[in-house]
């Protein structure tokens, strides 16, 4: 599915958050927004998903402005992960994945449904967890069973909010994998909310680095992670390196760390 962003606009009280983004994404890329605190890549996510409507602008699902969309046709097409979830009931591992194929059932769930979720549950080295309630879990066997529940949906988008957050390194990996390899397996596009530089060098098609609401870059890794434009919106001096065609960030500084007093002992 390409998904067009036009000129959108979104505001809190008091705060204009996006100011004019437009986005073109291709139907099977990897896309991984980047950029500090506060520059408006959650809201972005939630924009397009349409948990946050904006003030203006147009997001149009392969031409189909998403304004004349119902929510479960949305939901068909758009599988949502956010950056964590507390669930108010209890429910097994095995229930909430199967939450992800509501859009596609009405009252009863079919075989194709539970062999779709067992599929799923496997691929997600989840299926040993699958009668265990989901409160129980640690946060992030929470993450991973919040990104088989999007996958179960079999969406044409998946918009993931943080997904590597709450897993130590040996999870990040397999999680970016298995994005990776949905990607190809099942031709879905993949926009990634993402903190880690090198992670998103190292799987993403494509990286918006985004700044005070607007994108201030766009384009593949190579041509985004420069010192400039580390230094420019992060305010942090970096070293970049590349090792087999994978480019390496290093943080090397705050770009105004000479003017933190050496007496502190900082940096």
């Not at 402005?65 to 992960?81: C, F, M, P, T, W």
């Not at 989840?126 to 088989?148: D, T």
């Not at 870059?217 to 041509?223: K, T």
Request: charged share 20%.
């Amino acid at each position: 599915m390409r998904v067009k962003v036009e000129d959108l606009y979104f505001s809190y009280p008091g705060k204009d958050v996006l100011k004019g983004i437009n986005l073109d994404l291709k139907e099977t890329d990897i896309v991984c927004v980047l950029g500090p605190n506060g520059s408006g890549k959650s809201t972005l996510v939630k924009c397009i998903e349409g948990l946050q409507p904006p003030q203006s602008g147009n997001i149009i699902f392969d031409g189909t402005n998403s304004s004349k969309l119902s929510r479960i046709e949305i939901a068909r097409l758009i599988g949502y992960v956010p950056q964590s979830s507390s669930q108010l009931f209890s429910a097994s591992v095995f229930d909430t994945v199967m939450m992800g194929r509501k859009p596609h059932y009405s009252w009863r769930c079919s075989d194709d449904d539970i062999d779709i979720v067992a599929d799923v549950l496997e691929q997600m080295g989840l299926a040993n967890l699958s009668m265990n309630e989901y409160n129980c879990l640690s946060g992030g066997q929470q993450q991973r069973v919040l990104i088989a529940r999007a996958l179960a949906q079999q969406p044409e988008l998946l918009l993931l909010d943080e997904p590597t957050s709450a897993l130590d390194i040996a999870h990040q990996l397999e999680v970016m994998e298995i994005i990776h390899n949905s990607v190809h397996k099942r031709g879905i596009g993949v926009l990634m909310v993402i903190h880690d530089l090198n992670l998103a060098s190292r799987y993403a098609d494509k990286i918006i680095m985004m700044k005070d609401g607007i994108v201030f870059a766009c384009g593949a890794p190579e041509e985004i992670f420069t010192k400039e434009n580390i230094e420019e919106v992060y305010g942090v001096e970096a070293n970049i390196f590349s090792h087999e065609g994978i480019l390496s960030v290093i943080p090397v500084r705050r770009s105004d760390a000479k003017l933190v007093p050496e007496s502190l002992g900082i940096f």
